[in-house]
C-alpha cells in the first residue's frame, strides 16, 4: 500500500518559515520524481518545486530563491524548506510521487501565513 505522509505545515507570520516533509512507503522511492504541490481555496492546485530521480529540481517562478526541495533516498523522505514566506503562499501543500506511469498524492497538510 502507498501511503505519502505530510507533516511540518503550521500558522507562521509573514518573513517566516518553515520545512515540510514527505515520508513516503510501499514505493521504490529512488525511482520516482517527488514533488510539492500547493492549493489555495478557490484555486486550482500548482506545482511548487519537483525533484527528479536523478536530484534535478525545478521551481514555480513564484517560489525561486526562497524554497528549497530536497531528497534523502535513504530514508525515504523528501522536504520542502520554505523561507521569507508571503501571505499568498498560504494553501494547503501536498507531496507527490510519480512515475511515466504512476502517481500518488499524500493528504496535505495546511500552511497559512498570517500576522
Known amino acids: 500500500q502507498v501511503q505519502l505522509v505530510e507533516s511540518g505545515g503550521g500558522l507562521v507570520q509573514p518573513g517566516g518559515s518553515l520545512r515540510l516533509s514527505c515520508a513516503a512507503s510501499?514505493?521504490?522511492?529512488?525511482?520516482?520524481?517527488m514533488g510539492w504541490y500547493r492549493q489555495a481555496p478557490g484555486m486550482q492546485r500548482e506545482l511548487v518545486a519537483i525533484i527528479t530521480d536523478g536530484g534535478s529540481t525545478d521551481y514555480a517562478d513564484s517560489v525561486k530563491g526562497r524554497f528549497t526541495i530536497s531528497r534523502d533516498n535513504a530514508k525515504n523522505m523528501v522536504y520542502l524548506q520554505m523561507n521569507s514566506l508571503k501571505p499568498e503562499d498560504t494553501a494547503v501543500y501536498y507531496c507527490?510521487?510519480?512515475?511515466?506511469?504512476?502517481?500518488?498524492w499524500g493528504q496535505g497538510t495546511q500552511v497559512t501565513v498570517s500576522s
Open positions: 510501499g514505493i521504490i522511492f529512488r525511482s520516482y520524481s
Open positions: 507527490n510521487a510519480k512515475t511515466r506511469f504512476l502517481g500518488y
